[in-house]
């Protein structure tokens, strides 16, 4: 069965320093991985996503992520944290199989908190 | 190109009525998606649509809970005789044939 992991509920960081947000996933087939951001009493929005090709993956607002194929890993990084980064961020995966619907599976969701 | 439009925003009902959502999905896009985010959980896959087509309702509790994406008109997401454990946002995505979803703002449903 597909799942995904985000193993810590909030990350808390300074203003300026790099952040990490973490997620690890369980697919069958091939993973489609993504991540969105969740501000209070908002929709998702995407931030970017891992199909094939550069493990090294950049998005919106200066995020990217690595996918890690042995260690069935997306972390979500960022250089330098702004104020403005603190959300909800959710990972999810897609199995890129045929038979796949399309439908994504969402992690729970880690808090964002950067401090000024 | 206006993104993913549902309403309404915010929904009240009262315990035994019934709750319609309303996704209107992007312009030209045929697959239409459903969640649920209960308080404090991430999301949760509902039903996945295409035009005059239920393609996957693995997500869709058995009873009170239905769901279209008529030929013309937006995607319904209908819940029959409400109950207080059915309070939570509804979120409707949609997609074109590929792998990026765009999702609406929401529906928060509170049952009382």
């Known amino acids: 069965a597909q799942s995904v992991a985000q193993p810590e509920d909030q990350v808390n960081v300074a203003e300026g320093n790099p952040l990490t947000v973490k997620c690890t996933y369980s697919?069958?087939?091939?993973?489609?991985l993504f991540w969105y951001v969740q501000y209070p009493n908002r929709g998702l929005q995407f931030l970017l996503k891992?199909?094939?090709?550069?493990?090294l993956v950049k998005g919106s607002y200066g995020f990217e992520a690595e996918f890690n194929k042995s260690q069935t890993s997306f972390h979500l990084k960022k250089p330098s944290a702004l104020v403005s980064d603190s959300a909800l961020y959710f990972c999810?995966?897609?199995?890129?199989?045929?038979?796949?619907?399309?439908?994504?599976?969402f992690g729970q969701g880690t808090t964002l908190q950067v401090k000024p | 190109n206006a993104g993913v439009m549902q309403n309404p925003r915010h929904l009240v009902r009262r315990r035994g009525q019934e709750a319609r959502l309303r996704c209107s999905p992007m312009?030209?896009?045929?697959?239409v998606y459903w969640y649920r985010q209960l308080p404090e959980e991430g999301l949760k896959f509902m039903v996945y649509?295409?035009?005059?087509?239920?393609?996957?309702e693995s997500g869709m509790p058995k009873e009170r809970f239905s769901a279209e994406f008529p030929k013309e008109g937006p995607s319904i997401l209908r819940i029959q005789q409400v109950v207080r454990g059915d309070s939570a946002a509804y979120f409707c995505?949609?997609?074109?044939?590929?792998?990026?979803?765009?999702f609406g703002q929401g529906t928060r449903l509170t049952v009382v």
């Open positions: 891992y199909i094939t090709g550069d493990n």
């Open positions: 999810a995966v897609r199995d890129g199989g045929s038979s796949n619907t399309g439908k994504l599976i």
């Open positions: 649509l295409q035009k005059e087509n239920i393609i996957d």
């Open positions: 312009k030209g896009h045929s697959h």
């Open positions: 995505a949609s997609s074109p044939v590929g792998t990026k979803a765009f």
């Open positions: 697919v069958s087939g091939n993973p489609y």
